[in-house]
């Protein structure tokens, strides 16, 4: 799982769902005259345990976890994220009628009915948790200032002084690329052309753009990279938080290069970070 990827709208997620922890252990009565008497929270109230604490939680979890994966799992043809969505409208719909009827009916009981106790705390920050998680579940895919990446891109590594040598290892700028050709860390065998390969036929490469340089970038949210041949299904996801390699330009589109070697289109280019 990527942080990296997780969004602004993401962290209110979190920061809602743990609101909405604390609120589970505060009394969700509150009673006139009840000093001294203990009274439940929502871990001794199934239906409030249920339909609005764990309800609330499970959303919160599989909104989350949905957006660190390469790829979302899906459930009867729907999203992880889409069924958290739904967990979490379910819970701030659950903790509205909480506060509406915190007895819940059995004040209705016999002939004369009284009106019960009131919302304590717990049922107030309850409600206020879900709702707050409910409208950044749903928010987040449509206001782009909640989709802006939750932790910070780091910064491009510092310029070398002259005659340092450049720190080992792939994904930041300065690093020491494999040669065309040669699998990552592989080296030549004898009898066998450069590169690891079997003896093929030489190809002939295609000369770069003449206003075209090679340059690092970071993607300021994950993005698919799809094959060189136009395929539509992708063959690796680009992570914010890692410098790759732009090795050709084809018109709004780049062609990068990942840590393990592999190459393919970059489709969406818009908001990336030059090294």
């Known amino acids: 799982m990527n942080i990296r990827s997780l969004t602004r709208g993401d962290g209110v997620v979190i920061g809602a769902a743990v609101l909405l922890f604390i609120a589970s252990f505060l009394d969700i009565y509150s009673v006139d005259g009840a000093e001294g008497i203990d009274l439940p929270n929502a871990w ?44 979490t409208v379910f819970a701030a719909w659950s903790a509205l009628g909480n506060i509406f009827d ?14 019960g106790p009131d919302a304590g705390t717990g049922l ?90 090679p340059f690092w970038f970071a993607v300021p949210v994950a993005r698919p990279l799809f094959a060189e041949d136009g395929s539509p299904t992708p063959i690796a996801e680009l992570a914010p938080g890692t410098w790759y390699l732009a090795v050709e330009q084809r018109g709004p589109a780049l062609v990068a290069q990942t840590q393990d070697g592999r190459r393919g289109v970059l489709q969406d280019t818009s908001g990336i970070q030059r090294g």
Do not use: H
Not at 102 to 115: F, I, Q, R, T
């Open 124 to 213: 107030i920050l309850a409600l206020i948790a879900t709702l707050v998680l409910a409208a950044a579940a749903i928010a987040t895919p449509l206001v782009p200032a909640l989709q802006a990446p939750l932790l910070p891109t780091p910064s491009p590594a510092a310029p070398q002084p002259y005659g340092a040598q450049p720190p080992a290892g792939y994904g930041y700028p300065g690093a020491q690329q494999p040669q065309a050709g040669q699998p990552y860390g592989g080296q030549p065998q004898a009898g066998q052309p450069f590169g690891g390969g079997q003896p093929q036929q030489a190809q002939q490469p295609q000369a770069p753009a003449a206003d075209f340089s």
């Open 102 to 115: 915190p007895a819940g009916g059995a004040n209705n009981v016999g002939e004369s009915s009284s009106s």
């Open 44 to 87: 001794g109230s199934g239906p409030l345990l249920l339909g609005v604490v764990l309800a609330g939680l499970i959303g919160a979890a599989l909104i989350v976890v949905a957006r660190g994966l390469p790829q979302a799992p899906k459930v009867a043809g729907l999203d992880l994220g889409q069924f958290g969505v739904a967990f």
